[in-house]
């Protein structure tokens, strides 16, 4: 027996057919119902629009996301009106959703006062000068918001594993960093850093989609490939920076992002929760998932008993 979209999609005679097989009450509600499909259908055709099926779980992201949108206004105009200086980091490995959920943090905010810095490798210019020296040009101004995606937290993942700087490079890094981003504080920068976490499974499927789809071969990286071999480099990697780098002044906050949607709205949602503004919704509405968002210092503790039972396993 067919699907209902096949019984609508059939011809009338068809219907009448199965008519037959259906009780006599149900049989006249069916007619009604096909009569007002077909209404439905000629009423698109003619004014040139098509019925579209969208997943109820999508409506209520997009309408949540709408909600929170429109607080990121808010707190923009805030921001502006005070004179704050609003700097957020996004770190993590590569293909955890960092582009995707700062795209739906500043979609709908005034870009003229809000901006993303994503830079390339280094100059060769830039090479010869201080670390932070090129981070420091971009960071925000009285009013305005600044989105780093990654940040001079490069030294702390990525340049290490790779290569690209030496092992007393990378020791300088994580006791410089902390210093650094209390002097940014001390200057009255509010500073928000997330690490986005993505599984390694995630991680392949995302590789794979990037290169079939030509939306999103711009993402394609040379060492994507390596990111998986060298997994667990990074892993060790993630836990000296968290642990070098994580403060009462500018704590880390997780994302579990395998999941993108909940993770863009969990992000958002804790953007919001730290800073107070006029008109601010409930903070029911703000509530965050915590299978999705933990802190910094949960994650550590996350990380460590993680190391200790694979070192337990491994000596058994």
């Given at each position: 027996m067919g699907t209902k979209r096949d019984i609508i999609d059939s011809d009338i005679d068809e219907g009448e057919k199965l008519d037959e097989n259906i009780h006599a009450d149900r049989r006249k509600d069916n007619k009604k119902k096909f009569k007002e499909f077909k209404e439905v259908e000629h009423r698109l055709k003619k004014s040139k629009k098509v019925p579209v099926w969208v997943k109820k779980e999508i409506l209520e992201y997009e309408e949540e996301l709408r909600i929170l949108q429109i607080e990121l206004l808010k707190l923009q105009n805030y921001i502006k009106v005070k004179g704050l200086k609003l700097l957020m980091i996004f770190e993590g490995r590569d293909a955890a959703g960092k582009g995707g959920t700062i795209k739906r943090v500043t979609e709908h905010l005034n870009p003229r006062g809000a901006r993303v810095v994503a830079l390339e490798k280094p100059s060769d210019t830039e090479k010869t000068q201080w670390y932070f020296q090129r981070y420091t040009y971009h960071l925000p101004s009285s009013g305005e918001i600044v989105l780093f995606d990654r940040s001079w937290y490069n030294r702390g993942g990525v340049e290490p594993v790779m290569g690209f700087c030496t092992q007393d490079e990378h020791k300088e890094f994580l006791r410089e960093v902390p210093e650094y981003e209390r002097m940014l504080v001390n200057s009255e920068t509010i500073i928000i850093k997330?690490?986005?976490?993505?599984?390694?499974?995630?991680?392949?499927?995302?590789?794979?989609?990037?290169?079939?789809?030509?939306?999103?071969?711009?993402?394609?990286?040379?060492?994507?490939?390596?990111?998986?071999?060298?997994?667990?480099?990074?892993?060790?990697?993630?836990?000296?920076?968290?642990?070098?780098?994580?403060?009462?002044?500018?704590?880390?906050?997780?994302?579990?992002?395998?999941?993108?949607?909940?993770?863009?709205?969990?992000?958002?949602?804790?953007?919001?929760?730290?800073?107070?503004?006029?008109?601010?919704?409930?903070?029911?509405?703000?509530?965050?998932?915590?299978?999705?968002?933990?802190s910094g210092s949960q994650e550590i503790k996350n990380m460590e008993s993680h190391m200790s039972l694979k070192q337990n396993g491994e000596s058994e």
């Open positions: 997330f690490f986005f976490v993505v599984s390694k499974d995630e991680q392949a499927a995302r590789f794979k989609k990037r290169k079939t789809d030509p939306l999103k071969q711009y993402k394609l990286s040379p060492i994507d490939d390596e990111s998986q071999v060298l997994w667990d480099k990074y892993t060790i990697a993630k836990y000296s920076m968290l642990l070098a780098s994580h403060s009462d002044f500018a704590p880390w906050t997780i994302i579990y992002s395998d999941n993108k949607k909940s993770a863009r709205i969990n992000c958002i949602k804790h953007i919001l929760s730290q800073i107070d503004y006029p008109g601010k919704i409930k903070k029911s509405k703000l509530k965050t998932d915590p299978d999705i968002l933990i």
